[in-house]
């Protein structure tokens, strides 16, 4: 029987009402889904999406939302097996499962735990330190972001349809804007069956996230300039959507993750008897293998110092002989099939184009002897390694992507022919450098950095721990110019402010402090009851201060802490040498004597909610202080961020003064405080 795919349309699970689209297996060509979307009303989708979904989210603050990621990452894993059953349909091996489930489920454990820890327990984002306009600070400029009040579009490649949705939703969600998802038709079974667990996971607020399996129809007629397109596929449909005139008309956002013929280079010093040559081998085997080599990222030109271009084609072949083709499921696979019969065909007839200017090595364009199929059947190709001995007179190898187990070697004369030939893709998602010279590797990346989104810089040191050349980070940024889309996803928090809005604020430090919830200098601080330290975490509000009375610090202070310490550094203890020093007049009270007096007259010491002292930020000396003068510290709460439920962080702004209130030290200092 077979199975209809459903969308998920306005909190409900919607067949499609008219054409379908069939799913056929990789491995055996036969029918396992149909899929379509026809009948869907997109106009209500979005409307849904900005009515229903954004208000939810952004009642949110970036912690609740980091804790629903933490919850739908959990729901896949607890649910992994599933997704596993259905990928091997799709030509996936074990291995490649794991990158697709495994390494969605993990951008958005990751994505979760920077939300928790870089962004505010709040709505709204602060972007830099408070600029100063007005020359005495009653009108001060800050930058912030907020969530756009519109729907993110998601429309992603067949070839990670867990990963490629996940590692969009993390940031999207992060940045409380709902998401519309939108597929490769190829594999929506596997999209679908995850976001079947994560609406049953029962944590995500109405309209959060809809899914289309099938066309997207009218629906990008209807975006606005609150919406977000973040696309993922090849650059045809990239530029069809890119100038669709809404998009064009209304600038909506678009992120375009393209291909791009992306180049791994031996180093002029990683000769075949060092470590550096088998490891680039060994990774370009595997960028070729991987996904059967329906990976962006992958590596498709692999360049080599000339003299050496023999050994590397050897070495190549001998361990590509070594891959064994066929059903992911059967014992001792290793290389999985193509996504489908289209596929297929795409990557024969882009390969046959390359092999019109390069020489084909390794492998067969039309027979391979697949393991556990029968002959004939299902996506199976071997992998093809073509050879360029003239990579300056072969356009195609640098323009022709084949989305599959396909790549070209080809030689480089010297470090600045590698550089150039590496940027002759016009702009690529990810190189990698396999040197143990580190002057090497700096030449290098100044010569490459501006046309790659990553570089992986690879050397026995590395090898170890390396995630390697193919794998976007969700803590890196992934996307790469020119060829590559010019879009930027993850990065950490950097992706979640691709779905915010970057406003400069202006005005006093009172309207500006309650408008970001930090307080910002220049703001009122509040000195009415008790010492802040025997407050507890939501009697703290932003503002509350302590102002400390004023101390002498004495040469005899400065000469027993330099003892006590061992820091007996000659600005300290000896009045010439000071004296001779352009920053002082003679000796001069030790900056950590400050800090720690400073403590000592801040602090309410008798056990209370404050728990812990867990750290300084931003920490500046700006005026020595000499023996005989005064100071005193000023503590005011700046900002706070729940932990859990029994404490959380309180960030302090301090300022330490002279006698004369010439600021002799400011820093933030950080404390947990009990609820
Ligand atoms: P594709 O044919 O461009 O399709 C990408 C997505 O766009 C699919 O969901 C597709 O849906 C949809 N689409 C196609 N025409 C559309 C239209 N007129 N309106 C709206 N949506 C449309 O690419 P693909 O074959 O799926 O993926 C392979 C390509 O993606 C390769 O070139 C690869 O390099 C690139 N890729 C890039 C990245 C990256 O992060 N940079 C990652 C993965 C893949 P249907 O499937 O229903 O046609």
Redo the contacts with the bound molecule.
């Keep these: 029987m077979t199975t209809m795919l459903k969308n998920y349309a306005t909190d409900a699970w919607v067949e499609a009402t008219g054409g379908t ?1 069939v799913i056929r297996s990789a491995i055996t060509g036969g029918e396992i889904a149909r899929t379509g979307s026809d009948g869907l009303n997109f106009a209500a989708m979005i409307n849904h999406a900005r009515t229903v979904g954004g208000p939810a989210l952004r009642k949110m603050t970036f912690h609740d939302r980091a804790w629903m990621l933490k919850a739908l990452a959990t729901a896949i894993m607890e649910r992994k097996e599933e997704l596993y059953a259905l990928s091997t349909t799709t030509g996936a091996t074990r291995k490649d499962g794991w990158i697709d489930i495994e390494g969605g489920a993990g951008t958005l454990f990751t994505m979760s735990s920077k939300g928790r820890r870089e962004l505010p327990d709040d709505v709204v984002l602060i972007d830099g330190e408070v600029e100063g306009i007005g020359r005495d600070g009653t009108f001060i400029g800050q930058h912030i972001y907020t969530s756009l009040k519109g729907v993110a579009v998601h ?6 349809p867990v990963w ?1 949705m996940l590692e969009k939703l993390g940031p999207t969600l992060l940045a409380g804007v709902p998401a519309i998802v ?5 594999t929506a079974h596997v999209t679908e069956a995850a976001v079947r667990i994560m609406v049953e996971a029962g944590v995500l607020p109405p309209g959060a996230l809809q899914l289309i399996v ?3 129809g009218d629906l ?1 007629d209807h975006l606005g300039c609150q919406d977000v397109v973040s ?8 530029m ?2 890119q100038t669709h005139p809404v998009i064009a008309r209304e600038s909506v956002r678009f992120i375009a ?4 013929l992306n180049a791994s280079i031996l180093g002029p010093d990683a000769g075949p008897d060092t470590p550096e040559f088998d490891l680039f081998i060994r990774e370009v085997v595997q960028e070729m293998t991987t996904k059967a080599g ?4 992958a590596i498709r030109r692999a360049m080599v110092p000339a003299h050496w271009l023999d050994a590397a084609e050897a070495a190549l072949k001998q361990r590509l002989g070594q891959v064994v083709v066929g059903d992911p499921s059967v014992e001792g696979v290793t290389m999985g099939a193509l996504a489908g019969q289209g ?1 297929l065909d795409d990557v024969r007839r882009q390969a046959r184009r390359i092999g019109a200017e390069a020489r084909l090595v390794f492998g067969e364009f039309e027979t391979v002897d697949a393991r556990g199929v029968e002959p004939g059947q299902g996506a199976f190709i071997t992998p093809l390694l073509f050879r360029a001995d003239h990579p300056w007179t072969s356009a195609l190898v640098h323009d022709v ?1 084949a ?1 599959g187990p396909v790549a070209t070697l080809m030689p480089y004369t010297d470090l600045d022919d590698a550089i150039a030939l590496a940027n002759r893709g016009l702009g690529s ?1 990810v190189l990698s450098m396999f040197t143990h010279d580190p002057q090497v590797a700096r030449e290098f990346v100044i010569g490459v950095g501006s046309f790659h989104g990553r570089i992986v810089l690879i050397d026995r040191d590395s090898a170890r721990e390396s995630t390697g050349h193919g794998s ?1 980070l969700p803590m890196l940024i ?2 790469g110019p020119g060829r ?2 010019g879009g930027e ?1 993850m990065g950490g928090v950097r992706g979640v402010k691709h779905y915010m809005q970057r406003t400069a604020l202006q005005g006093s430090p009172r309207v500006l402090s309650a408008v970001v919830n930090r307080w910002l200098p220049g703001a009122p601080r509040h000195h009415e009851g008790p010492h802040p330290f025997r407050l507890h975490f939501d009697e703290l509000e932003v503002g509350r201060c302590f102002d400390s009375r004023e101390r002498i610090v004495t040469l005899e202070d400065i000469e027993h802490f330099a003892e006590f310490t061992g820091d007996t550094f000659y600005a300290h203890m000896d009045e010439e040498a000071a004296a001779a020093n352009p920053f002082f007049h003679g000796r001069v009270a030790h900056g950590y004597l400050i800090l720690s007096f400073a403590a000592g007259l801040f602090v309410d010491p008798a056990p209370g909610p404050v728990l812990a002292n867990t750290g300084l930020d931003n920490l500046r000396f700006v005026k020595p202080l000499m023996p005989g003068e005064a100071m005193k510290v000023a503590l005011t709460v700046k900002a706070k961020a729940k932990r859990n439920d029994e404490y959380g962080e309180v960030r302090w702004a301090v300022q330490v003064t002279d006698g004369g209130d010439e600021t002799v030290a400011t820093y933030e200092l950080l404390t947990m405080v009990a609820f």
């Design positions: 689209a429309i992603n490649a067949f070839n990670f490629g939108k597929p490769g038709t190829a099938g066309s997207v990008l696309f993922t596929g090849s650059a045809t449909t990239a069809k959507l993750e393209r291909d791009s329906q990976k962006c990222t596929q992507e989305f998602l976007p992934h996307g590559a889309g996803e």
